[in-house]
Every structure is written in structure tokens, then in C-alpha cells.
């Protein structure tokens, strides 16, 4: 099986507030950590009332304090939003105080809407080439300082911070290549070009200092419970999320709703059937027979799953159910379910 990983957006559940989603996400590292996941990322998205992981590097600081062995990193930095210069001195700050368990992932996406995006730009106008040149800039930053460099990250420059290219169209997966840098899809809401963009890396990736070899991780949202019934009341939550954002009506995560999905519109189960097509929902066999069959089909080297759950304790129940399956043989998964 591949290495499993977690993604927190640290979810603002309805009847709650983003310091207690915080909270969470620190609750949700410590136990990552006691159940051998290997990375927990949190990701940048501004202007959204149901996350609360916008000031990622802040975030990122209070979990690498309260763990001690798992890599921390941001999944991602959208780095059209910043100046290299700037999150080389956050994440290398990052480095200095937790060294070898800091990794940065970057996307060229907003992370919001246009009316976020420019209030944190003030200019929208740049063009195609201009992500590849930031994130080249922002490599030179955490490589040793040369003679006479006049411009350097402190703390950052010498670190060598992981770096990882984030996408969700063959954009991404072509610098990547280029690079020789890590790649990771946004499989878990845009799936359409998954297939594409893994194959077109792989063909075209080049070794660098950092990888030798091309390594994909691809998202995946997993809703896992004692029983199918119950992960599907669960995922209900996610469902009208999504719903909601597309129909711009962004808000906290839902509370989950029995028998949500006989509700949908026709129109509204075509959007989640395609956006969430990677996802997988239900006990424990099914979740191994999921997880084993997205494997299979895309010969993932890591998977980084996702689980936005209304409410905490079923949240890590979750990834404690998945940790099972994926160490657990397939005969002893009743245990898991608390069957005989």
C-alpha cells in the first residue's frame, strides 16, 4: 500500500468558530502522528467562512509545535498571493525551528475569489510565465548563499525546503517534470485530468538535486465508519459544501443531513459525481476495497486524503478507521467495525 497522508483545510463546522477549527486541526495532527500518517499539510484559501487555514504558515507553526515527528507542510502556498521572497523567510523560519520536517507545496491558483484575490494582489495582471519564474526564485532563496548575493532569505537560505508543485491540469505537471520536483493533484474536488497529467509527468520528468525519480501524490477525500450507512451521513456534509460554493453561497461546513443525496437535483449530482469522483465512502471493507482499487487504477506512489466531517471526534475516527485498513489484512477489518 501506498504512504497515506492527511490534507486539513481545518474545517469551520456550522455552530462552531474558526479558534476552535484550529484547535482541531492540532488534535487531528497529534493523532495523525500516533497513527503513522506521513505528512500533514494544510492548505491556503482566503475568504471562505468554512476554512480556517488561511494564514497557512501561522497554522503550520502551531502544529509542527505540537507534534514531533510527522512532516509538516502546506498543501499548498498558492504563490501567485505572495512574494517568493517572503514565504522563503515563513517557511524557512518554519525549517530553522523544526529542521528536516518542513515541506512547502505551491499552486498557481487564487486559493478564493476574484475579490479576495485582489485585495491581496492589488493587480491581477501577470501572465502564464510567471508562476514558473516565482517558483525558481523561491528555489534560489533556500539554496546556499553565493559570493556576493545581495539578496537573501534569513532564516531560509541553506535550508533546502522541500518543495512539491501542486495542480490540477497538465500545467503543474509539466513544471514539475521540468523541475525534477514532486507532484501532487488535486484529485479530491478536480479530477478531470488526473490520468493526463500523471502520465504526461512521469514521460517528461527530469532528475534534480531534490528527486531522482518522479513521485505522485494524488488527493483523495475519504469518509470511513463503522458502517457504510453511517460514512455516507457523514459525507453529506461535504456534498453540501460543495453545492453550496459552486452556487456561491459559501458558509461553514454542514452539519451532515440523512438521506441528503435522494435530495439532489439532477443538475447537482452531475457537479458532484464529477468534482468528487475520488472519493470513497463507506465502513471499513469498503473503504480497503476503495482505496485499493484507486491504487490500482492510478498507480499513485502517496495518497493525501482529505475529510471534511462536521463533527471532530468522527473526523479522527475516520482516519483511525483508514489506518486500520491499510495495516490491517482484509479478514481482521471486522474488528475495526466493532463486529465479532
Not at 491558483?109 to 485585495?119: L, S
Not at 491581477?124 to 539554496?143: G, H, I, K
Not at 548563499?145 to 537573501?152: D, I, K, N, P, Y
Not at 440523512?258 to 473503504?287: H, K, Q, W, Y
Amino acid at each position: 500500500m501506498a504512504p497515506l497522508s492527511i490534507l486539513d483545510l481545518s474545517p469551520v463546522p456550522d455552530g462552531s468558530d474558526a479558534g476552535q477549527a484550529l484547535r482541531n486541526s492540532i488534535d487531528l495532527a497529534q493523532h495523525a502522528e500516533a497513527l503513522g500518517y506521513r505528512r500533514y499539510w494544510m492548505a491556503e484559501h482566503h475568504n471562505m467562512p468554512g476554512i480556517a487555514s488561511a494564514a497557512t504558515a501561522v497554522c503550520l507553526a502551531h502544529v509542527a509545535a505540537a507534534t514531533q515527528r510527522i512532516l509538516v507542510g502546506a498543501g499548498g502556498i498558492m504563490l501567485p498571493n505572495h512574494a517568493p521572497l517572503i514565504i522563503a523567510e515563513q517557511f524557512g523560519t518554519l525549517a530553522a525551528l523544526h529542521p528536516g520536517r518542513i515541506e512547502l507545496g505551491l499552486g498557481r491558483a487564487p486559493g478564493t475569489d476574484q475579490i479576495a484575490a485582489h485585495a491581496m494582489r492589488r493587480n491581477l495582471a501577470s501572465d502564464e510565465d510567471q508562476f514558473p519564474r516565482d517558483v525558481v526564485e523561491l528555489m534560489r532563496y533556500f539554496a546556499p548563499a553565493e559570493a556576493g548575493q545581495r539578496l537573501r532569505a534569513v532564516p531560509g537560505e541553506g535550508l533546502q525546503v522541500p518543495l512539491w508543485i501542486l495542480g490540477s491540469s497538465t500545467f503543474g505537471a509539466q513544471l514539475a517534470a521540468m523541475l525534477g520536483l514532486p507532484y501532487a493533484f488535486a484529485s479530491h474536488f478536480a479530477p478531470g485530468m488526473m490520468m493526463q497529467a500523471i502520465a504526461l509527468y512521469r514521460e517528461r520528468f527530469r532528475p534534480s538535486a531534490q528527486l531522482e525519480a518522479p513521485r505522485v501524490m494524488l488527493g483523495l477525500n475519504v469518509f470511513a465508519a463503522p458502517t457504510d450507512e453511517e460514512a455516507r451521513y457523514l459525507y453529506s456534509s461535504l456534498q453540501q459544501a460543495f453545492l453550496n460554493l459552486r452556487r456561491g453561497m459559501p458558509g461553514k461546513l454542514p452539519r451532515p443531513v440523512e438521506g441528503f443525496e435522494a435530495r439532489i437535483d439532477p443538475g447537482g449530482r452531475a457537479m458532484l459525481e464529477n468534482a468528487l469522483a475520488c472519493s470513497v465512502v463507506g465502513g471499513p471493507e469498503t473503504v480497503r476495497r476503495g482505496l485499493a482499487d484507486f491504487l490500482a487504477r492510478t498507480g499513485a506512489d502517496e495518497v493525501m486524503v482529505t475529510a471534511q466531517i462536521h463533527d471532530p471526534a468522527a473526523r479522527k475516527r475516520s482516519f483511525e478507521i483508514l489506518a486500520e485498513v491499510q495495516n490491517v489484512p482484509a479478514p481482521s477489518l471486522r474488528a475495526v467495525a466493532g463486529g465479532p
